[in-house]
């Protein structure tokens, strides 16, 4: 199956400050990304979805200018936390598909603990 | 609005037994219906996926069966091993838009 990395794996980082988070397709072009944040012991819930050279589209309740999106290319999208606070403190995981085919390939995910 | 409900919430069974996960929608328009594998600390992996104009896939030890009239789907795992134990989530999608996820079911396979 195709893959799809994610960096870091863990990130910790003081109150206030960004964590930039970077999704990467390895061997096939992600026309389409999304991002979705999984709370302990809860299911995945998506934030946003990306398309390659376009803006975002943000789910009801995820603040954009709080969760920047960037799909600049069709191997990589990023998720900047901006002013980072302990209740962002999450499993953030991305999931990547290509032009030709309804599956889509997740990440590894991202542990990110604010203190 | 819970749009995918899944059960049981933690399921048990001995090693050798068929796991049994259902996942129950509202939304007529869905026609894609995978389901994922979790391990602690990692990404969903997909296990299999199945659309509405089959009643039946099966891939190895893992089977979906697919129910339109009820709107239900579920998942089987034959000879469940202790290394099957983990969280699985069933997931709907319209067209290719993002999935929605059931609530995920733990799974312990006992030795």
């Known amino acids: 199956g195709a893959v799809v990395s994610q960096h870091p794996s863990w990130v910790i980082c003081k109150s206030g400050t960004s964590v930039k988070i970077e999704c990467r397709s390895l061997?096939?072009?992600?026309?389409?990304m999304f991002w979705y944040r999984q709370f302990p012991k809860q299911s995945l819930m998506l934030m946003a979805t990306?398309?390659?050279?376009?803006?975002?589209?943000?789910e009801q309740g995820v603040e954009k200018d709080k969760f920047l999106i960037n799909h600049a290319s069709l191997t990589l999208s990023t998720l900047t936390v901006t002013s980072a606070h302990p209740e962002d403190s999450s499993f953030y995981i991305c999931?990547?598909?290509?032009?030709?085919?309804?599956?889509?390939?997740f990440g590894p995910g991202t542990r990110l603990t604010v203190l | 609005q819970q749009q995918v409900k899944q059960s049981p919430q933690s399921l048990i069974v001995q090693k050798g037994g068929i796991s049994i996960i259902n996942c129950a929608y509202e939304?007529?328009?869905?026609?894609?219906f995978p389901w994922y594998q979790q391990f602690p600390g990692k990404g969903p992996a997909l296990l299999i996926a199945?659309?509405?104009?089959?009643s039946e896939k099966k891939e190895g030890r893992f089977t979906i069966s697919f129910n339109k009239s009820a709107k239900q789907f579920s998942l089987h795992i034959m000879d469940s091993q202790p290394g099957d134990s983990a969280t699985y989530f069933c997931?709907?999608?319209?067209?290719?838009?993002?999935?929605?996820f059931g609530s995920g079911t733990r799974l312990q396979v006992q030795p």
């Open positions: 990306s398309n390659e050279g376009s803006k975002a589209t943000y």
């Open positions: 199945i659309r509405p104009d089959v």
């Open positions: 997931a709907t999608a319209t067209g290719r838009r993002a999935l929605t």
């Open positions: 061997d096939f072009q992600a026309t389409t």
């Open positions: 999931s990547a598909r290509g032009d030709s085919t309804d599956t889509q390939y």
């Open positions: 939304n007529t328009a869905f026609d894609y």
